[in-house]
């Protein structure tokens, strides 16, 4: 069982379109990262979000940190094909724990 | 980018060699990680470091060895590599624990 599960896990749409991504869990954690990933590389960070109701803006990407700390929300504006990748939620502190979870991902195509 | 490198990128072993996997990092971060990744499961921690001589083991940490004898460098080792060891492997990078991680680029292992 995912301590963090995304959905969804693969989404497939039009240049142009708006979109959201979800990372939910039943834990409370610290804070909460975002990451994107290309194909053969390694993630690569997009923000950190640490108060509950946080809102971060990064140019067309919208992300926010629910109340409770228990879930995160990634929306992207007038999607591009450069936005083509594999999101990745990351969550610090679940359970109690000392560590740092990664969700499974949410693979996104954006189609010219 | 962050100074931070893998080898090798590829590899192909048969079961029950040894394999050694390296990290090496120019940014003098004290915290190093190394994750699998596979289909469906995002990143799972193998073990981390803290420091120089200092490691602790993550969820995925059975059938993996892990040295750091100076701070530039971590190194994951597969005693015996078995068919469920093939995946990618990233290295990641931190100034603090579980704070913003940089990740490699991966190295892809396949264990026939």
């Known amino acids: 069982t995912q301590l963090l599960e995304q959905s969804p896990q693969f989404l497939s749409i039009q240049e142009g379109e708006n979109l959201t991504v979800y990372c939910n869990s039943s834990s409370v954690f610290s804070s909460l990262q975002w990451y994107r990933q290309e194909p053969g590389e390694g993630p690569v960070l997009l923000v950190t979000?640490?108060?509950?109701?946080e809102v971060k803006k990064l140019k067309r990407l919208t992300f926010q940190f629910g109340d409770a700390r228990k879930d995160s929300s990634l929306h992207i504006t007038a999607a591009q094909p450069g936005d083509t990748g594999l999101y990745l939620c990351a969550g610090e502190g679940g359970q109690g724990a000392q560590k740092l979870v990664f969700g499974q991902g949410t693979r996104l195509t954006i189609n010219p | 980018d962050a100074g931070i490198t893998q080898s090798p990128r590829h590899k192909v072993t048969e079961t029950g060699t040894p394999v050694t996997l390296r990290c090496h990092q120019t940014e003098n971060h004290r915290y190093m990680y190394w994750y699998r990744q596979d289909p469906g499961h995002g990143l799972r921690l193998i073990h981390y470091s803290y420091g120089v001589k200092d490691t602790d083991k993550g969820e995925v940490s059975d059938g993996y060895s892990v040295s750091r004898s100076k701070t530039e460098d971590f190194l994951l080792t597969l005693e015996s590599a078995t068919s469920s060891q093939t995946s990618v492997y990233f290295c990641?990078?931190?100034?603090?624990?579980?704070?913003?991680?940089?990740f490699g680029q991966g190295t892809r292992l396949t264990v026939v």
């Open positions: 979000v640490v108060t509950g109701g």
């Open positions: 990641a990078i931190s100034r603090d624990r579980w704070a913003e991680a940089f």
